[in-house]
């Protein structure tokens, strides 16, 4: 199989999949249908396809990595319990980037913020 071959099947996993997969969590459902890939090549795959911009890149509190192929302007919130990252909508902080440049003069060409936190789902496991 060819290499570009492994990288679009690797994309169509990450947008057929949960939300925000890890490299491992993407290596394990595509081994499943080809045996002979490995977790490097998925790994280096998903890296290119986020430095060429195909894909966004988001790190985890652990220090594990998520990967996202939704491009449109949004935030995210990562639970400090389970690790999940969520998506944020931008509506809850619009122009945000706008308003730094007119406070600090900074031009912003692109940013990665992500809200920590816990989720409504730990929030409950907590409160019972
Ligand atoms: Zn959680
Ligand atoms: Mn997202």
Do not use: W
Not at 37 to 62: C, F, H, M, P, W
Not at 70 to 84: D, E, G
């Amino acid at each position: 199989m060819k290499y570009s071959k492994q990288r679009e099947l690797i994309l169509n996993t990450l947008k057929e999949h949960m939300v925000h997969p890890t490299a491992d969590y993407i290596y394990k459902v595509l081994k499943k249908e080809l045996p002979s890939i490995s977790l490097a090549t998925v790994y280096r795959n998903l890296n290119q396809l986020a430095e060429n911009g195909v894909i966004k890149k988001i790190e985890g509190l652990d220090g594990s990595l998520h990967f996202d192929h939704n491009l449109t302007n949004h935030y995210h919130f990562i639970c400090i319990k389970c690790n999940k990252v969520y998506d944020v909508p931008y509506d809850v902080a619009p122009d945000l980037a706008d308003k730094v440049f007119s406070q600090t003069g900074l031009i912003i060409e692109n940013y990665d913020i992500s809200f920590k936190g816990v989720c409504p789902e730990c929030h409950k496991k907590e409160c019972n």
